[in-house]
């Protein structure tokens, strides 16, 4: 049981830190080109794991 909640522990860090990073963003005052950058960089790791998780539901859902 210790290692699932170690497992947990290390997947959520990516997401975590995501969020960090928007409410940081948030509350900077920040240059157009950094937010359009910030806004990029979300939308290319979302599609990154979008595309990740598809090919493992598709398989699941071949049956």
Known sequence: MKHLWIIVGLA????LG???GGRVAEFLRSSPRL???LNTKSGILIGVVAIELMH???NN???
């Open 56 to 58: 493992e539901a598709l």
């Open 18 to 20: 995501n969020f960090a």
């Open 61 to 63: 859902l071949a049956g």
């Open 12 to 15: 959520l860090l990516p997401g």
């Open 35 to 37: 937010r359009i950058a």
